[in-house]
Nanobody
């Protein structure tokens, strides 16, 4: 069973919005850190946002004020609301998880469980 499954990607024009979802029913941990990451062609994977089971969040400077990470515990789903999208937001977006809620930040090397990714394309 795949631990994490992303959905909600697509193609939008600059200034538009998308909401990504990460279904985490395959990842069972009462305490966790969930993160969103992205990887553009030819670039390294980078952290976008993170959230703990307690609701504490972090954001990359590049998305602060435009993206919001949230969760619905009953649905075991984490969301990434992306507003005012820019062409530079174009990337494959991944969600990931680990159980060290006390050290939760969107750092790639911290995460061991990953989804397959969902593509976001923003045209100018």
């Amino acid at each position: 069973q795949v631990p994490l499954v992303e959905s909600g990607g697509g193609s939008v024009q600059a200034g538009g919005s998308l909401r990504l979802s990460c279904a985490a029913s395959g990842y069972s941990a009462s305490s966790y850190c969930m993160g969103w990451f992205r990887q553009a062609p030819g670039k390294e994977r980078e952290g976008v946002a993170s959230i703990t089971n307690f609701g504490s969040t972090t954001y990359a400077d590049s998305v602060l004020g435009r993206f919001t990470i949230s969760q619905d515990k009953a649905k075991q789903t984490v969301y990434l609301q992306m507003n005012t999208l820019k062409p530079e937001d174009t990337a494959l977006y991944f969600c990931a998880a680990h159980n060290r809620w006390y050290a939760c930040k969107a750092a790639v090397d911290d995460f061991g469980y990953w989804g397959q990714g969902t593509q976001v394309t923003v045209s100018s």
